[in-house]
């Protein structure tokens, strides 16, 4: 995963933040270091490449989310993607320790409106929470219902 990809094209403020929820490592690679990579290590360049390319596909996806759907959706596709929907691997329970605040900054909404969903989704059956938040394949409902 990379970020701060605006530092190459010498953007000189980057408005946004990066948050990790689980322990990660982190390497810095300077603009000129980064540079070089691209044009001499093709595979280097290939996985970055692929990288731009979803990171645009996600960011158009989250604009048209924010745009078109409620947070409660907007909730439910969060909650889906943390939980591994969709791929090949299948579902997983979420074992990060994600807090109401962290998920109503994903949204971008409040954190009792937050409150407010998750409750709702549990008594739903969408999803339990004791310690892990396991997500159900039935929240894929509150997306598909309209």
């Known amino acids: 995963m990379f970020f701060g990809e605006g530092a190459l094209v010498l953007k000189p403020v980057r408005p946004w933040t990066a948050a990790a929820i689980s322990d990660c490592i982190l390497d810095r690679i300077g603009r000129r270091e980064m540079i070089r990579l691209l044009h001499e290590n093709s595979a280097f360049a290939d996985i970055f490449t ?8 996600r960011t158009e996806a989250d604009l048209a989310d924010h745009l078109l759907n409620s947070s409660e959706k907007r909730l439910a596709r969060s909650l889906l993607l943390l939980s591994n929907f969709g791929r090949e691997s299948g579902p997983k329970p979420i074992t990060t320790k994600i807090t109401q ?15 407010f969903f998750m409750n709702k989704f549990r008594k739903a059956g969408f999803v339990d929470y004791n310690g892990h938040l396991t997500v159900h394949n039935t929240l894929l409902n509150v997306l598909l219902d309209d």
């Open 50 to 57: 692929e990288h731009l390319l979803k990171r645009s596909s």
């Open 101 to 115: 605040q962290m998920l109503a900054e994903m949204v971008g909404t409040t954190r009792p409106r937050i409150s």
